[in-house]
Each structure stands twice: as structure tokens, then as C-alpha cells.
């Protein structure tokens, strides 16, 4: 199974800062990582896949990277909006695994 | 626009039976992988199982294995999931997802529904 470690838990920022949230993959998995966001009582929304492409209607703010095997979600002026859980998820090998997570908060 | 709604969600003891059903609509549901994935309370996000658009390849998370199903009903547009031999950590809300579509192979979820609450508890 692939393991994937997000980093940190929690990153508090302020509304215009930037953030760099961080996921780390236990083995190769290409590129094959998404991110999604989800906010208290919905569901998660698809953000990045194929570590770097936006989905349909996502802001240009949101942009995804990797350096290595360390996948980078950056946000660069974080808007009140953006606030929630930032999950990442590998779909190279089964079985699919999410990180646990990064909540961005103020 | 795409929609998936979920239903069959409520609570069960442990060993009990539950079928969940995910309705779709706004897209041709025969073109694509489907899945359910589940996030504990306070939870992150787990994948369950996904299944071909044609039905014949099916994959689960091992933990599930030999106790639930994935299936769907291409004329009702619906995916389904039967669940069996339910266990108190089976709790989560479920979620229905959108995969690729046929032919592709990169399985990331663009589209989800609301989700729907099973509680396993005695």
C-alpha cells in the first residue's frame, strides 16, 4: 500500500498570506496525486490532479508541484473562502490513499 | 450539470445489512468509473471501492473485502453498495464519486455526492 503523509496537521495563516501545504508518498507514484478541499459538512472538492492541472472552475491561485516525491499544494493569496481540509490522494497502485489531511485556519 | 445523490444511510447494529444507492444524473453514466469512499466522524477521507463502467472489474479497500459489494444499474443510472457483516468501525458518512471515464485510468474523483450516514452501533 502506498502511504501518503501530509504535513503539517494544521497551518494557520493569515486571509492574502500564502500557504504551502506539503504531501509525501511512501513510493513512486508518478505523478498521479490529486488535492481536494472540503469544507465542515460537505463534500470534498476537486482541485489539482495529475499533481499540477486545476480542475474545471478552480481559481488560478491554487497550483500544484512536485519536487522529488514531495507534492506541493500552493495557495497564494488565501482568500476567506479557502479555509477548510486540504486532502491529497495517490492513484497510481491500488489501493487509492488519501493523506490525512491539512486544515488551513486563521 | 452533474449530480449524485446518495441514499439507504441510517443506523445498524453490528452484523446487520445496509444497501446504499447513489442516483446520477447529468452525465452518461455508462462512461464512467464509479466509487464510494467514507470518512469516519472526525475523520479523513478512506476509499472504499470502485467499480468499471461496464461493471466487469471491481476493486475494494482490504478492509472491506468479503463483506461489501459495488454494483450498479446502468437503466436506473444508479451505483449501489451492499454492505454485510457490518462492524462499528464501518461508521462514516459515504460518499458516491465520479472516477474516470472508460479508457482513462487515472482515478481521481471530480465529481461527489452529499454523502450518506451509516452508523454501526449496538
Known amino acids: 500500500e502506498v502511504v501518503v503523509t501530509q504535513s503539517p496537521a494544521t497551518l494557520s495563516v493569515s486571509p492574502g498570506e500564502g500557504a504551502t501545504l506539503s504531501c509525501r508518498a511512501s513510493q513512486s507514484i508518478i505523478g498521479n496525486l490529486a488535492w481536494y478541499q472540503q469544507k465542515p459538512g460537505q463534500a470534498p472538492r476537486l482541485l489539482i490532479y495529475?499533481?499540477?492541472t486545476r480542475a474545471t472552475g478552480i481559481p488560478a491561485r491554487f497550483s500544484g508541484s512536485v519536487s522529488g516525491t514531495e507534492f506541493t499544494l500552493t495557495i497564494s493569496s488565501l482568500q476567506s473562502e479557502d479555509f477548510a481540509v486540504y486532502y491529497c490522494?495517490?492513484?497510481?497502485?491500488?489501493?487509492?490513499?488519501f493523506g490525512g489531511g491539512t486544515k488551513v485556519e486563521i | 450539470e452533474v449530480h449524485l445523490v446518495e441514499s439507504g444511510g441510517g443506523l445498524v447494529q453490528p452484523g446487520g445489512s445496509l444497501r446504499l444507492s447513489c442516483e446520477a444524473t447529468?452525465?452518461?453514466?455508462?462512461?464512467?468509473?464509479m466509487a464510494w469512499v467514507r470518512q469516519a466522524p472526525g475523520k479523513g477521507l478512506e476509499w472504499v471501492a470502485n467499480i468499471k463502467p461496464d461493471g466487469s472489474e471491481k476493486f475494494y479497500v482490504d478492509s472491506v473485502k468479503g463483506r461489501f459489494t459495488v454494483s450498479r444499474d446502468t437503466a436506473k443510472n444508479s451505483l449501489y453498495l451492499q454492505m454485510n457483516s457490518l462492524r462499528v468501525e464501518d461508521t462514516a458518512l459515504y460518499f458516491c464519486?465520479?472516477?474516470?471515464?472508460?479508457?482513462?485510468?487515472?482515478?481521481?474523483?471530480?465529481?461527489w455526492g452529499q454523502g450518506a450516514l451509516v452508523t454501526v452501533s449496538s
Open positions: 447529468g452525465f452518461i453514466f455508462i462512461d464512467y468509473w
Open positions: 490522494q495517490q492513484y497510481n497502485k491500488w489501493p487509492l490513499t
Open positions: 464519486a465520479r472516477g474516470p471515464g472508460s479508457g482513462s485510468y487515472y482515478y481521481y474523483f471530480d465529481y
Open positions: 495529475g499533481t499540477s
